[in-house]
């Protein structure tokens, strides 16, 4: 493949204007690699992975320290994706910005490939933790950020959570433990696309008003548009200034980008491309006829 590896991060050069350009462009390249990974493997996840796609690059291109520092820094920032389904996602970003091959990553799922369903920390050494038992990478990137402080570490830990997610017990269990233990270097995101593999949340289990109960717990709560740049990008900067741990939660769609993905929950996982649909999914994403050449014939 002839994809970039290893851009700029963006938080390093350029005007406003143009930062958002890049982690545009970044999250564009998110998305067409989680299709085409998910259509290799013959399954996968991807409604989740596309509504995180613009949070996630802007999380490694323009908020994390850690591409700079390098994964064995302990000054790093960390980041836990607890919504670990979304993995595509997660080693699509990583390639981008060079922590893992474009080519390879495209492995997803298959066997003695470390590019599994869900994040393995042994077979990915940049993964902070493995995770896909929803709510337990919440609970670890709480443990995290406590023994950073105990440390005296001024590293930041970020974590993405699913909303359906949120419907388990342990993850307010750990909301009540960050905010008990003043974890002002934590920052929690919501991918908050209100669908859930058999259905809307609110259909299975309502988590409005979600806002409010987030501020019960004690933390410092930002609602914004999860595909708006510029506003992830202040959502980010306002986490770092506050003394509270923080949650983000980003209103985003499921599937986004992919019309006839966008907002069916049918496309939240266990779901195998076929050739056409990945071309139209990678058409619709402003691929160019060679882009999905190389994405699909590997």
Same mark, same amino acid.
């Given at each position: 493949?002839?994809?970039?590896?290893?851009?700029?991060?963006?938080?390093?050069?350029?005007?406003?204007?143009?930062?958002?350009?890049?982690?545009?462009?970044?999250?564009?390249?998110?998305?067409?690699?989680?299709?085409?990974?998910?259509?290799?493997?013959?399954?996968?996840?991807?409604?989740?992975?596309?509504?995180?796609?613009?949070?996630?690059?802007?999380?490694?291109?323009?908020?994390?320290?850690?591409?700079?520092?390098?994964?064995?820094?302990?000054?790093?920032?960390?980041?836990?994706?607890?919504?670990?389904?979304?993995?595509? $996602?997660?080693?699509?970003?990583?390639?981008?910005?060079?922590?893992?091959?474009?080519?390879?990553?495209?492995?997803?799922?298959?066997?003695?490939?470390?590019?599994?369903?869900?994040?393995?920390?042994?077979?990915?050494?940049?993964?902070?933790?493995?995770?896909?038992?929803?709510?337990?990478?919440?609970?670890?990137?709480?443990?995290?950020?406590?023994?950073?402080?105990?440390?005296?570490?001024?590293?930041?830990?970020?974590?993405?959570?699913?909303?359906?997610?949120?419907?388990?017990?342990?993850?307010?269990?750990?909301?009540?433990?960050?905010?008990?233990?003043?974890?002002? /270097?934590?920052?929690?995101?919501?991918?908050?696309?209100?669908?859930?593999?058999?259905?809307?949340?609110?259909?299975?289990?309502?988590?409005?008003?979600?806002?409010?109960?987030?501020?019960?717990?004690?933390?410092?709560?930002?609602?914004?548009?999860?595909?708006?740049?510029?506003?992830?990008?202040?959502?980010?900067?306002?986490?770092? /200034?506050?003394?509270?741990?923080?949650?983000?939660?980003?209103? /985003?769609?499921?599937?986004?980008?992919?019309?006839?993905?966008?907002?069916?929950?049918?496309?939240?996982?266990?779901?195998?491309? /076929?050739?056409?649909?990945?071309?139209?999914?990678?058409?619709?994403?402003?691929?160019? $006829?060679?882009?999905?050449?190389?994405?699909?014939?590997?």
């Amino acid at each position: 493949m002839n994809i970039q590896v290893k851009p700029t991060p963006a938080n390093d050069t350029g005007t406003a204007q143009k930062i958002e350009q890049q982690l545009a462009e970044a999250a564009r390249f998110v998305r067409m690699h989680s299709i085409a990974s998910i259509y290799h493997a013959g399954s996968g996840h991807p409604g989740g992975a596309m509504s995180s796609a613009d949070l996630l690059a802007c999380l490694y291109g323009a908020e994390m320290n850690v591409w700079p520092r390098g994964i064995d820094d302990p000054m790093r920032d960390r980041f836990v994706l607890s919504k670990g389904h979304a993995a595509p $996602a997660l080693y699509a970003v990583g390639a981008y910005y060079g922590f893992c091959s474009p080519k390879e990553s495209l492995k997803l799922r298959k066997l003695n490939s470390p590019f599994q369903g869900h994040p393995h920390v042994l077979d990915l050494p940049w993964v902070e933790t493995s995770t896909g038992s929803l709510g337990q990478g919440f609970s670890v990137a709480i443990g995290m950020a406590l023994g950073l402080k105990i440390q005296n570490n001024p590293a930041r830990v970020y974590t993405m959570l699913g909303d359906g997610e949120l419907q388990e017990g342990e993850v307010w269990e750990a909301a009540m433990s960050g905010a008990h233990h003043k974890l002002d /270097t934590l920052t929690a995101v919501i991918d908050y696309n209100k669908l859930q593999s058999d259905n809307t949340n609110d259909a299975i289990m309502r988590l409005e008003p979600l806002g409010d109960k987030w501020r019960a717990f004690g933390w410092d709560v930002q609602e914004i548009d999860g595909h708006d740049i510029a506003a992830i990008l202040a959502a980010f900067r306002h986490a770092g /200034t506050t003394s509270l741990p923080s949650v983000i939660i980003a209103h /985003t769609v499921k599937g986004k980008g992919v019309p006839y993905m966008e907002n069916i929950p049918a496309w939240h996982g266990s779901v195998k491309f /076929t050739r056409l649909q990945a071309e139209e999914a990678l058409a619709a994403l402003n691929a160019s $006829a060679d882009e999905i050449k190389e994405f699909l014939d590997v």
